[in-house]
T-cell receptor, first 115, second 113 residues
């Protein structure tokens, strides 16, 4: 099966707290690509990051960081010192190499940052 | 600026009617996609097209139809056969989804009245 699981449906944090959004994926492919997207209340999904299956190096971009662990099939996303503007639905997604560019999305995690 | 334009933003359909959602891109992307978003279910693929005049069914194609006569345009028709069409519809395009992911439009919210 090729699948993405985001077990956290909704998360609420107080501004300036750190928060981690979990993502677990399943695929038979040895080559695959992982993504995170942000969907603010306006509705349009915004690309945040891409990772390929051969690159397990963690990445940091400002307050955002991503932890990719092949051993646990996880690609978790951490927001440090959260802000109200981080309130959105976040989707983790998977594109197996054999999927002909069809991306499989997780169900999303709705993050609310309370001032 | 390059991007994807979806119209209308809100659409109301009476039961038994067909409606067409517009999706236009000026990014020169070959591939285009339609997804449906329902609360708690993420995005589900309806149809996709990798080149002009060719398209493939996704996971939930029943009750929908598409055309791809021009590279820039990928309209989606929600037919009366779609029993539960109320949802948020997102169009996306890509030059190479594995490397660059998708670019999304701002969506159309369809409601059956």
């Amino acid at each position: 099966a090729q699948k993405v699981t985001q077990a956290q449906t909704e998360i609420s944090v107080v501004e300036k707290e750190d928060v981690t959004l979990d993502c677990v994926y399943e695929t038979r492919d040895t080559t695959y690509y992982l993504f995170w997207y942000k969907q603010p209340p306006s509705g349009e999904l915004v690309f945040l990051i891409r990772r390929n299956s051969f690159d397990e190096q963690n990445e940091i971009s400002g307050r955002y960081s991503w932890n990719f662990q092949k051993s646990t099939s996880s690609f978790n996303f951490t927001i440090t010192a959260s802000q109200v503007v981080d309130s959105a639905v976040y989707f983790c997604a998977l594109c197996p190499k054999t999927s002909y560019d069809k991306v499989i999305f997780g169900p999303g995690t709705s993050l609310s940052v309370i001032p | 600026d390059g991007g994807i334009t979806q119209s209308p933003k809100y659409l109301f359909r009476k039961e038994g009617q067909n409606v067409t959602l517009s999706c236009e891109q000026n990014l020169n992307h070959d591939a285009m996609y339609w997804y449906r978003q329902d609360p708690g279910q993420g995005l589900r693929l309806i149809y996709y097209s990798q080149i002009v005049n060719d398209f493939q069914k996704g996971d939930i194609a029943e009750g929908y139809s598409v055309s791809r006569e021009k590279k820039e345009s990928f309209p989606l028709t929600v037919t009366s056969a779609q029993k539960n069409p109320t949802a948020f519809y997102l169009c996306a395009s890509s030059i190479d989804a594995k490397f660059y992911g998708y670019t999304f439009g701002s969506g159309t919210r369809l409601t059956v009245v």
